[in-house]
Structures are given as C-alpha cells and as structure tokens.
C-alpha cells in the first residue's frame, strides 16, 4: 500500500510503484467518484489509433494503404492540374 499527502492546493502526487504498475504517463487522466469509504479513482484511458480501426464504415472498400496513397496523389494532381 502507498501512501500521498494533498499539497495546500489539492494536489496529490502518484507515487512511483502505482505509476509504473499501471504504466501511467503524463498527460494520463484519472477519473475520481466518491464513494461509501472514500473515493475510487479510476484511469481514463484514451483510445488508440488501433483500436479506431474501423469505427468509420464506408461504401468504398479499403485496398492497401499504398493504394490509398496512390489515389490521393492522383485526385491532388488532377484538382491542381485544372486550375493552372
């Protein structure tokens, strides 16, 4: 178990086994919720772009990335093509 002191302006410092335990950064979030015998405070975790694949649906298939990039590449050098 560890142990933190509330600094005057209501801050409280992680200590270092709880950080790397749980691979806490800077940045990091905690969310806090009072509950019967103190308070719980829980790690918000943001997403990753991996865990992003594939929340967005589409009409259009998905090739390759190389085959995306290939087709961007073309629609800019057409679009610049037309307003020279």
Not at 1 to 19: A, D, F, L
Not at 38 to 46: D, I, P, Q, S, Y
Request: aromatic share 4%; glycine share 4%.
């Amino acid at each position: 178990m560890s142990r933190t002191t509330i600094t005057s302006k209501g801050q409280i410092t992680v200590p270092h086994e709880i950080r790397a335990a749980l691979k806490l950064v800077q940045g990091d979030q905690l969310q806090i919720e009072v509950v019967a015998n103190g308070f719980e405070a829980r790690l918000v975790r943001r997403p990753t772009a991996a865990s992003l694949q594939g929340i967005l649906k589409s009409e259009v298939p998905y090739q390759s990335q190389e085959a995306e990039r290939q087709a961007v590449a073309e629609a800019l050098a057409e679009k610049f093509s037309k307003q020279k």
